[in-house]
C-alpha cells in the first residue's frame, strides 16, 4: 500500500514554523495555534475556516472605525497612485505638511517629528528632550521619570521607561536608569481615599522627587489617564494637572505617551486635554492611522523646536528613519482626521459606551468580577482569583482567551486582567457577542 500522503499543512503550521511572532513564547503555540485571518470588515476578522471574530481589542488597540474602512481604503488607493514614498529629509509632499498642520491646530503643538511604531515616538521624544537641555547649556539633565506600572514599548530607549517587569528584566543590564514613581492608579487608592485623592497624595511623591532631583531631570514620561498594558491601570486627570505644574515649576518636560489613549479612547481627542493641560512632548501612534499602516509622530513646543535650529549642524536633530512621514501612512491618518472632522465620534461613542455599560450590567455584578472599569471607550477588570479553587490567575486569564475565541470573541488579557477596547462602530450583534461571550467565557473558567 502506498503511504497516504501528509495533508498540506495549514497556513497557522505554515506560520509557526516560518515566522517568528511578536511578544510569543512560541513553544505555546504547539498547544494554541494563531489564528489564520483572511479578510477584515468593520468589528470583524474572518479567519481561514470562515469563522467570524470580534475584534474587541482592536488588533493591539490600532483600529479605530473598523477594518477596512472606506474612507480610509480610498485614501490610500489615492495616494498610492500618485505617490509611494520619498525620503523626508530634503524632501517633502502634501500628505506629511497637511497632516503636521492639522495635528498642530487640534494640539498646539506645531512641530511633527515622524516615525513608524510607537517605540519610534518614544525615542525621539526621549533624546528630543535630554539634547533639549545640552543644546540649553544644561548636559546634566539627561535623566528620566516614569511611572509604576507604565509601559512605552521595546525599544532599550521605551523600555527604559517601562516598568513591566516580564519585558524589562532579561534587558536589565543594557537600560540606562530610570526614577519609577508610584502611580495614581486609583485601584491602589487608601482605605477612605478615591480617586481624586489617591491623585493628589501620588503627586506629592512626585513633587518630593522633583524637588530633589530637577537638576539632573530631563522629563517625566507618562501615559495619561490609562496605563494600557500594564493592566488598564485608570487614574483621574488631577494627577496630570499637578504633574503638568510640577514640571512647570521644576524646570522638567512633561512628555505625554498618547500612542494606545489618543483619538478618542478616554472620551476627549487627545487625553491629557481632560486635564486641561498641555505637554512639552507628544507621542502618537496607533489609532494615528486607523489601523491601516505604521505611523508614529513626536508632536514639540516651539520652545523645544527653538532649541536646536542653529547654524551648527550637530545641534540639530539628527534623528531619522528611511520610512519616516510616508505618503500612504499620512494619506491614512489625514483620512482620520477627516472623520473626526465630519462625525461627532465623542458624542456617538459616548452613546454606544452607555449601550455596553447597561448591557455589560450582569457582568459588572458577577461576583467573579472586581474593579470593574471604564474611561471612554475602554472596559476593565479583574477576574477574582481568591474565589477560584485550583487554578493560578495567569492560568485562568488564559484559559478566558481562548473560550472567548471558541464564542467568535477576540480578546487578550493581560495578567489577571480582562478588558475591552473595541473599534468604535459596534452594533447591537456585536455588543451581544462582546457582552455574552466575555460573560459566557468567565463561566466556563470559573466553574
Ligand atoms: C502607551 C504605549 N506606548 C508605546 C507603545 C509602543 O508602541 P509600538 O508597539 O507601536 O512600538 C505602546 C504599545 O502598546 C503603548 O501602549
Not at 511578544?23 to 504547539?30: A, F, N, S, V, Y
Not at 542653529?310 to 539628527?318: D, P, Q
Given at each position: 500500500m502506498p503511504a497516504t500522503p501528509d495533508p498540506p499543512a495549514t497556513l497557522a503550521e505554515r506560520s509557526v514554523r516560518a515566522v517568528w511572532h511578536p511578544?510569543?513564547?512560541?513553544?505555546?503555540?504547539?498547544d494554541a495555534p494563531p489564528l489564520a485571518i483572511r479578510s477584515g470588515d468593520g468589528a470583524w476578522l474572518e479567519a481561514e475556516d470562515g469563522s467570524r471574530h470580534l475584534d474587541a481589542i482592536s488588533s493591539w488597540w490600532?483600529?479605530?472605525?473598523?477594518?477596512?474602512h472606506p474612507h480610509i481604503r480610498a485614501a490610500i488607493h489615492a495616494q498610492v497612485d500618485r505617490l509611494e514614498h520619498v525620503m523626508l529629509a530634503g524632501f517633502t509632499h502634501e500628505p506629511v505638511v497637511r497632516l503636521s498642520e492639522r495635528l498642530g491646530a487640534l494640539t498646539g503643538l506645531g512641530h511633527a517629528h515622524y516615525g513608524s511604531d510607537g517605540a519610534s515616538a518614544i525615542e525621539v521624544a526621549l533624546k528630543m528632550s535630554a539634547h533639549y537641555w545640552r543644546n540649553r547649556g544644561q548636559a546634566g539633565k539627561h535623566r528620566f521619570v516614569a511611572l509604576a506600572g507604565g509601559y512605552h514599548g521595546e525599544t532599550l530607549g521605551a523600555l527604559a521607561v517601562t516598568d513591566i517587569p516580564l519585558f524589562r528584566d532579561t534587558y536589565s543590564a543594557l537600560l540606562q536608569a530610570c526614577s519609577v514613581l508610584p502611580s495614581?492608579?486609583?485601584?491602589?487608592?487608601?482605605?477612605?481615599?478615591?480617586a481624586l485623592a489617591c491623585a493628589r497624595r501620588q503627586a506629592l511623591v512626585l513633587e518630593a522627587h522633583l524637588a530633589q532631583h530637577h537638576a539632573s531631570t530631563a522629563a517625566l514620561i507618562i501615559e495619561p489617564l490609562i496605563q494600557c498594558a500594564g493592566g488598564m491601570a485608570m487614574y483621574h486627570p488631577e494627577y496630570l494637572r499637578l504633574a503638568r505644574e510640577l514640571c512647570t515649576l521644576y524646570g522638567v518636560h512633561l512628555i505625554c505617551d498618547e500612542i494606545a489613549v489618543g483619538f478618542g479612547r478616554t472620551g476627549s481627542l487627545f487625553a491629557h486635554q481632560q486635564a486641561g493641560i498641555r505637554p512639552d512632548l507628544l507621542c502618537l501612534s496607533k489609532g494615528l492611522s486607523g489601523g491601516f499602516l505604521p505611523l508614529a509622530v513626536t508632536l514639540a513646543t516651539d520652545d523645544i523646536y527653538q532649541a536646536f535650529y542653529?547654524?551648527?549642524?550637530?545641534?540639530?536633530?539628527?534623528h531619522s528613519h528611511s520610512y519616516t512621514g510616508n505618503p500612504l501612512a499620512c494619506a491614512a491618518a489625514n483620512a482620520v482626521l477627516d472623520l473626526f472632522e465630519t462625525r461627532d465620534v465623542i458624542a456617538s461613542n459616548q452613546a454606544l459606551a452607555a449601550r455596553i455599560d447597561s448591557t455589560a450590567e450582569a457582568l459588572r455584578r458577577h461576583p467573579r468580577v472586581r474593579h470593574w472599569r471604564r474611561t471612554g471607550m475602554v472596559w476593565a477588570f479583574e477576574i477574582d482569583a481568591g474565589r477560584v479553587d485550583g487554578h493560578t490567575v495567569a492560568g485562568m486569564s488564559t484559559r478566558l482567551g481562548q473560550a472567548a475565541r471558541r464564542r467568535q470573541l477576540l480578546l487578550r488579557p493581560i495578567g489577571d486582567t480582562v478588558y475591552w477596547m473595541p473599534p468604535y462602530c459596534l452594533d447591537d450583534e456585536a455588543i451581544g457577542v462582546l457582552v455574552d461571550g466575555t460573560l459566557g467565557a468567565l463561566e466556563e473558567v470559573c466553574g
Open positions: 511578544c510569543t513564547q512560541m513553544k505555546l503555540h504547539e490600532v483600529n479605530l472605525f473598523g477594518h477596512g495614581p492608579d486609583w485601584r491602589q487608592a487608601a482605605a477612605g481615599e478615591d542653529h547654524h551648527e549642524v550637530r545641534r540639530g536633530f539628527l
